[in-house]
């Protein structure tokens, strides 16, 4: 069964940081190249990080560069997205998702989680 599971959301002041995780079911965590996404309210969902599967390559975009750190866990089957320098900006729902093809694009990816909620006050 297919299943990715978002925790770690939350409010945070500008400035600050959060950790974002994502369980996976074991199937897709070993098959796919996983990755956060996030959407904000009256906006198109956009790629924040990937990491390519057997996480030998990880792409960021240019927004968060230097600012978010996508990791994993194998032993638990666990993404995580550390986020620091959190900007008022960041404020949006967070996806964590599991596709073929390891890009920043949204439609590349086929199972997606329910998303948890960052939101950044200035």
């Known amino acids: 069964q297919v299943q990715l599971v978002e925790s770690g959301g939350g409010s945070v002041q500008a400035g600050g940081s959060l950790r974002l995780s994502c369980a996976a079911s074991?199937?897709?965590?070993?098959?796919?190249?996983m990755g956060w996404f996030r959407q904000a309210p009256g906006k198109e969902r956009e790629g924040v990080a990937i990491v390519y599967t057997g996480a030998r390559r990880t792409l960021y975009a240019d927004s968060v560069k230097g600012r978010f750190t996508i990791s994993q866990d194998n032993a638990k089957n666990t993404l995580y997205l550390q986020m620091n320098s959190l900007q008022s900006e960041d404020t949006a729902t967070y996806y964590c998702?599991?596709?073929?093809?390891?890009?920043?694009?949204?439609?590349?990816?086929?199972?997606w989680g329910q998303g948890t909620q960052v939101t950044v006050s200035s």
């Open positions: 998702a599991a596709g073929n093809i390891a890009t920043l694009n949204p439609q590349d990816f086929d199972y």
């Open positions: 074991s199937l897709i965590y070993s098959s796919y190249s």
